[in-house]
Nanobody, 125 residues
């Protein structure tokens, strides 16, 4: 079972930026979807971005489109989420996740089967 470890969270003011990192304990094949989801207090879980390495497709939730960018360093087994123009509503625990079946990718949480412990992002107004 792959282990995923997130880092890079913190507290920032609205308009600021953060870059989250996720290191995988082993190589993840290009046919597995990788993504980030978040869960805020009292809010529904939301997949904010996903990436299908096999063809480079990326998917973004409307709430983060144009502000967040997902990317991967294949050599380092690391997934990133660059978050710009952060807003208070982005406050949440952010989790890195790997898809459960090859060839399936998108913004549905059911696609993902493994995730890490999360990293907290807090945005103040």
């Amino acid at each position: 079972q792959v282990q995923l470890a997130e880092s890079g969270g913190g507290s920032v003011q609205a308009g600021g930026s953060l870059r989250l990192s996720c290191v995988a304990s082993e190589y993840i094949a290009d046919t597995y979807c990788m993504g980030w989801f978040r869960q805020g207090d009292g809010k529904e879980r939301e997949v904010v971005a996903s990436f299908y390495p096999y063809n480079g497709d990326t998917y973004y939730a409307d709430s983060v489109e144009g502000r967040f960018t997902i990317s991967r360093d294949k050599a380092e087994n690391t997934l990133y989420l660059q978050m710009n123009d952060l807003k208070p509503e982005d406050t949440a625990m952010y989790y890195c996740a790997r898809g459960g079946k090859p060839g399936h990718c998108g913004l549905q949480f059911r696609i993902f089967a493994s995730w890490g412990q999360g990293t907290q992002v807090t945005v103040s107004s």
